[in-house]
């Protein structure tokens, strides 16, 4: 089982990976226990940490990333691990694009890209736990029986698709998949196997070393077509096209696989007679005022920096601007238990965390911890990263009671200001998208 409401400390960060390995398995014995998890001493592919962050920025190629992005070899960053926890910020990655593009055109769609992970933030401030249902009804009527269980034989990666089997071998042993391996996946599950979107969405939180509620959730939304005007369709032709064949040509059930045709005759294959896109208007979802959960008095002087999932880095802007304050990153087993973060997950987190080699790391709820520390430690107020995540912010209403709780922005990606409905990507995009494209100002 995972570790209960009592507070407790957690392996310290900066021990050797294969150390780190050992000790993580030890405090969190369920995440060893995922399937496909790699053994203790297996050296995981994804290092996390500012250096590693940096490295892989280096090598960020926009222009290249705009004509080769679908593809499963093309120039896609792999940056998102980072992004998710803060050791990277949006504007600091788009930055890097503008710079490494001829004009600000050429880095353009790297830079909506982005935006998507920008929009599903603000999104999941807006709905907070909303986006574990549906945000709308389903486009399309399905045709197959819905299950809300992972299937054994695809937790087994043996479905007998190539394809498929090695999507799921992959996300189990290194938590990362291209993002066409991930829509390829969520819609074979969803749309021919009848899962639950919920079910796949909850399996991949577990094991994606960017693991982020908002983009993860709501992105399988949008292929379940609860959150888009209609569903997304995985068939052969798209597969071969940005693999080269490399799943088919070995596939046994070539030819004759669960999504062969085209979108149109799978369309009428899964779908109920006369379903298709959903007519009428689409939702309208408004943006969440600021969370500012308790700034009443003056701007702290010592505070206790509190680091979340979202800002686990010296990056974070509460620990950038309270370089000599204390910091507490608290495993909050509410986290641990919806999530079930699989091992890889929890080693790429203490190796970012390592970045502060002073950061106080314990097992518990944020809401008794934070309070006694502040007190314990002398700090005026607690200062934190803001987030989307209800989890945190439900825990900050409540700590504000006994000490301040002051927020910290993220360096701006984009003008929000005319934004007023986020039911579509489009609609959010329209307003904000060529402020995108400034560089933050130094």
């Known amino acids: 089982m995972f570790p209960d409401d009592t507070v ?37 592919p994804i290092h996390g940490g500012r250096a590693a962050a940096l490295e892989r920025l280096s090598q960020l190629e926009p222009v290249a990333y705009a004509r080769t992005r679908n593809h499963v070899d093309g120039a896609v960053s792999r940056l998102s691990p980072w992004i998710r926890h803060g050791v990277l910020s949006l504007a600091e990655v788009r930055d890097r694009a503008l710079e490494l593009a001829p004009d600000p055109q050429a880095a353009e769609k790297f830079v909506s890209e982005l935006g998507w992970r920008d929009y599903w933030r603000q999104v999941h401030a807006a709905v907070a736990d909303g986006i574990n249902a549906d945000l709308e009804p389903p486009a399309a009527a399905t045709r197959i029986p819905q299950s809300d269980r992972m299937p054994p034989d695809v937790l087994a990666a043996t479905t007998g698709m190539a394809c498929i089997d090695a999507f799921v071998h992959r996300l189990h042993t290194t938590g990362w998949l291209h993002n066409h391996e991930r829509m390829w996946l969520a819609s074979w599950l969803v749309h021919v196997r009848g899962v639950h979107w919920r079910a796949g969405a909850d399996w991949f939180l577990s094991h994606l070393v960017d693991g982020d509620p908002a983009s993860n959730h709501l992105s399988w939304q949008w292929v379940a077509g609860t959150f888009s ?72 002087q010592r505070p206790l920096v509190w680091l979340t999932l979202d800002s686990a880095a010296a990056t974070s802007p509460a620990a950038a601007a309270h370089p000599t304050s204390p910091t507490v990153f608290v495993v909050d087993p509410a986290w641990l238990a919806a999530e079930q973060p699989a091992l890889k997950r929890l080693v790429f987190l203490w190796e970012c965390l390592a970045d502060l080699p ?32 209800p989890l945190v912010r439900r825990a900050a209403l409540t700590i504000a009671e006994a000490v301040p709780v002051h927020v910290a922005v993220w360096p701006a990606f984009c003008d929000r200001s005319r934004v007023t ?18 560089p933050t100002q130094r």
């Open 358 to 389: 002073e950061v106080e790391i314990q097992v518990g709820d944020p809401r008794t911890i934070l309070p006694a520390r502040a007190l314990a430690l002398g700090c005026d107020a607690i200062a934190v990263a803001d987030t989307p995540c």
């Open 229 to 300: 005007a209609k569903p997304y369709i995985f068939n052969r032709d798209n597969l071969e096209t940005f693999t080269a064949g490399s799943h088919c040509r070995r596939c046994p059930v070539f030819g004759v696989c669960d999504v062969e045709g085209s979108y149109e005759d799978l369309a009428a294959r899964l779908f109920a007679s006369g379903s298709g896109p959903r007519p009428g208007p689409t939702p309208r979802i408004r943006p969440a005022a600021a969370w500012r959960p308790g700034e009443a008095g003056p701007a702290p």
């Open 421 to 438: 409905d986020l039911g579509r990507f489009s609609r959010f995009w329209q307003k904000a998208g060529r402020t995108a494209l400034t």
């Open 8 to 44: 407790s400390s957690a392996p310290p960060v900066g021990l050797p990976r294969e150390e780190l390995v050992r000790a993580l398995v030890a405090a969190f014995p369920a995440a060893a226990r995922q399937p496909g998890e790699p053994a203790a001493a297996t050296v995981l």
